[in-house]
């Protein structure tokens, strides 16, 4: 499976959406975070995370994240996402706390410096579907899924909404969906993507 690089721009995807969907193959080629008539990127921060399975399983993956200014010069993160070896379906993806996958527990819970601010590793908390780092589903078809989609709730560059705080952060992809499921009390086990598949610690790119 071809990887893609974090260098380098085709067509740009112009959106002024929170989220981006899932996305043809057919257009991956262009998903590398450019938008005609966004500011330069030149110096954009970009990250990368190696993502690999949690269990025996062959699962493995790639991730990038570009932050780029918005025309009002707000940050966001553009989130590349391509991973083989799932099972098929839709997986919650998420942004966790900890830049730490073994085990991939120790990535902690949902990355989340807001004003709930508060996760439990592998319990999501009430601050669920609105935490930082809270993503869409990648969907999975024979063995193969891809995502892009944009946040504004965390950053790159430093910063109270920053994943690279002073332990970093990770992304999880989960065996099940996220359903974005909002409950004032308990959340429904596994509403949030249940057990996790795969991780990956996400590395700081000099460009
Ligand atoms: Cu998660």
């Not at 085709?10 to 008539?37: E, K, M, Q």
């Not at 500011?39 to 399975?53: G, K, L």
């Not at 807001?114 to 930082?132: I, L, R, T």
């Not at 709730?153 to 499921?181: K, N, Q, W």
Request: charged share 20%; net charge negative; glycine share 12%.
């Amino acid at each position: 499976m071809p990887r893609f690089e974090p260098r380098g721009c085709g067509r740009g995807i112009r959106s002024a959406a929170i989220f981006r969907v899932v996305v043809p193959a057919a257009a991956w080629v262009g998903l590398c975070g450019c938008s005609p008539g966004d500011a330069t990127i030149a110096d954009a921060p970009v990250a990368r995370a190696e993502i690999h399975s949690c269990s025996d399983a062959e699962i493995t993956g790639t991730a990038i994240f570009r932050e780029r200014p918005s025309a009002e010069g707000i940050k966001l993160v553009d989130i590349s996402l391509e991973m083989s070896g799932l099972s098929d379906g839709r997986h919650a993806v998420h942004v966790h706390e900890t830049a730490a996958c073994e085990p991939c527990g120790a990535a902690g819970g949902h990355h989340d410096p807001g004003p709930f601010g508060e996760s439990a590793p592998d319990a999501p908390d009430f601050n669920h579907p609105f935490h930082g780092g809270d993503l869409l589903n990648i969907e999975v078809i024979d063995g193969t899924g891809r995502l892009s989609t944009t946040s504004t709730r965390f950053t790159l560059s430093p910063g109270r909404m920053s994943v690279f705080d002073a332990d970093g952060s990770s992304l999880i992809i989960h065996s099940g969906t996220d359903t974005y499921c909002d409950q004032e009390n308990e959340l429904e086990p596994g509403c949030a993507g249940g057990a996790r598949d795969a991780c990956g610690v996400l590395v700081r790119i000099e460009q």
